[in-house]
Nanobody, 123 residues
């Protein structure tokens, strides 16, 4: 039974940085494609960064150069380092995992497991 628990969200001023984490239990980050998604009130969920089981990463244009996804295989934790934050980045941030290997999973419907989310507010 795979469980994902996000942490590290909070409030930050525009231009600042923040790192959120996702601790995985019941499975190994070595075996999953994983991603970070966000959802603001009244908006659709969107992907902000993705990583394959063998550490290939990708970003959409909206976060390219600002958000970096990484994982610690030994600790079984997924990270999202965010910099140059803008008020438009305010949202609930979710991590997700899927047992698909050697591919970037960029769509939400590719994922089987989700965390409960952590709020990021930029003012």
């Amino acid at each position: 039974h795979v469980q994902l628990v996000e942490s590290g969200g909070g409030s930050v001023q525009a231009g600042g940085s923040l790192r959120v984490s996702c601790t995985v239990s019941g499975g190994s980050v070595r075996s999953y494609c994983m991603g970070w998604f966000r959802q603001a009130p009244g908006k659709a969920r969107e992907g902000v960064a993705w990583i394959t089981n063998d550490d290939t990463t990708g970003n959409p244009d909206s976060t390219n150069g600002r958000f970096t996804i990484s994982k610690d295989n030994a600790k079984n934790i997924l990270y999202l380092q965010m910099s140059s934050l803008e008020p438009e980045d305010t949202a609930m941030y979710y991590c997700a995992a899927s047992p698909r290997e050697y591919r970037l999973c960029t769509r939400a419907n590719e994922y089987d497991f989700w965390g409960q989310g952590t709020q990021v507010t930029v003012s």
